[in-house]
């Protein structure tokens, strides 16, 4: 099983205020089996990660969202956080990355706060997903069906509520990775802002 995502590349997508296990831990599982994955921000370099209210350690970004292309990518995770999706989801170009990936039927996975940027993308309409309660009301404003489930895939869209729920939220981003392209989407990205 340590292979099973050999040939494949995954982009991280985060921002100052990353929950730092809910970077971490997925980024570690990816690569335990066989992914490369890159690191990308709203701009390349140091990134400051937090462990709840705390400041954490730093992490260096790759790359910046304005110079990658989702189509470089076999799926999306997206970390969470409070400060890192409301940050996001303000950047035209995260947004444009993000709904890059539904767009062309890729896996993503989000936990915590991050759907607040698949909200943004205008991705969610149809979706059954979970995230920390607090952006249940979000959610279901938007048009997801929201529920209270330790991890919720829904054709290739993988989410969790929060860092307890990392154990099985790794395993379903490895799987749903391997298994890769989901030609058949519950929901559009068609109303999506731009």
């Not at 969202?65 to 997206?78: E, F, Q």
């Not at 790794?170 to 030609?183: N, Q, T």
Request: hydrophobic residues 40%; proline residues 5%; aromatic residues 6%.
């Amino acid at each position: 099983m340590a292979n099973e995502l050999t040939g494949k590349r995954v982009a991280f997508l985060f921002t100052e205020g990353v929950e730092q296990v809910e970077l971490t831990e997925p980024l570690q599982a990816v690569r335990d089996a066989g992914a490369d994955a890159d690191l990308i921000s709203l701009e390349r370099g140091e990134v400051q990660m937090f462990n709840h209210l705390d400041k954490g350690e730093r992490i260096d970004a790759d790359h910046g969202v304005d110079g990658v292309d989702a189509s470089d990518y076999d799926g999306l995770v997206l970390p969470g956080g409070v400060a890192n999706p409301d940050q996001l989801r303000t950047s035209d170009d995260a947004v444009r990355f993000i709904r890059a990936f539904f767009e062309q039927d890729k896996p993503v996975a989000v936990i915590c706060h991050g759907p607040w940027t698949l909200i943004e993308a205008g991705v969610v309409q149809g979706r059954t997903l979970t995230s920390w309660p607090s952006l249940r009301t979000d959610l279901r404003n938007a048009g997801a069906n929201w529920v209270d489930q330790e991890v919720v895939v829904d054709n290739g869209l993988v989410s969790s509520r929060n860092p307890d729920d990392l154990p099985a939220f790794c395993a379903k981003v490895v799987e749903e990775l391997a298994e890769g392209r989901h030609e058949q989407h519950v929901g559009s990205p068609a109303g999506a802002r731009d």
